[in-house]
């Protein structure tokens, strides 16, 4: 094969994986890194006449929440004040259920490291094959990068269709028990969690990562211009 299209094709690999990390950063970056972001949901929702909690509280319970599915602290058995009278937040059945979301997140940021060292080490062969970098990573960026943006545009024009719909199948897919069905009447989880919650997170994380893939996108369109002009 020639090696003007490994070349190209180690590129596009490169672009897979640096959307599959921006896509993985995109959702970290909404969850842990926007601050008053919860409050702002809790409120929106009246979640705090659905817990009887106080705000405050409320935010100390999510925080412990964030940490356990970040793989920060060992369980899920955080003390809280709910209605006036001290108790675990969390039943058996939200514990369970939030440990297989825990190996889901963990999954995901495993997920972006294979995809870190897969990137470096196309890139390093580029390298060892002298490959003119500055030539095929920006092309190769902007054809990979397009391409899994419409895929990802098409996902989400489905999912946006019938939210409801994709997200109990997203439950099947990723989970293979019902520990997810929560009952509102005893599950303190799906109140603070409702879907609209889910809705409003999902739009957020896909303007973030809309942002950040156009930059990238912005960034190799200037760079083959610049390279193209004699």
């Known amino acids: ?22 896509l993985i950063t995109s ?18 929702y009246n979640v705090l006449a659905d817990v009887h909690m106080e705000m405050d509280d409320l935010l ?4 412990e929440m964030m940490a356990y599915l970040r793989g920060r602290r060992p369980d899920l058995h955080v003390p809280a004040i709910v209605d006036g009278q001290p108790r675990e937040f969390f039943n058996d059945r939200e514990i369970a259920h939030m440990e297989d979301v825990r190996g889901l997140f963990l999954g995901g940021l495993a ?3 294979s995809c870190i060292v897969i990137a470096a080490v196309c890139l390093i062969v580029l390298v060892i094959m002298k490959a003119p970098l500055r030539k095929v990573l920006p092309r190769a960026i902007c054809a ?3 391409l899994f943006f419409l895929i990802i545009c098409g996902l989400a024009a489905i999912i946006a269709s019938d939210f409801s ?29 409702p879907e609209p919650f889910f809705m409003d997170t999902a739009a957020r994380i896909g303007l973030t990562y809309g ?10 369109a200037v760079l083959i211009r610049r390279d193209r002009k004699p």
Do not use: Q
Request: aromatic content about 16%; charged content about 15%; hydrophobic content about 50%.
């Open 1 to 22: 094969m020639n090696n003007k299209y490994i070349h190209y094709i180690l590129g596009i690999g490169i672009a897979f994986c640096l959307m599959i990390i921006l």
């Open 27 to 44: 959702v970290e970056a909404v969850a842990y890194w926007t601050p008053g972001y919860y409050e702002k949901e809790y409120t929106k």
């Open 60 to 63: 100390d319970v999510t925080t």
């Open 111 to 113: 997920l972006r490291t």
């Open 144 to 146: 990979g990068t397009g």
């Open 165 to 193: 719909k994709y997200f109990i199948i997203f439950h099947h897919i990723f989970f293979n028990n019902d520990l997810w069905l929560l009952d509102p009447r005893t599950d303190l989880l799906i109140n603070i969690v």
């Open 211 to 220: 942002i950040s893939v156009l930059i990238i996108f912005i960034i190799c």
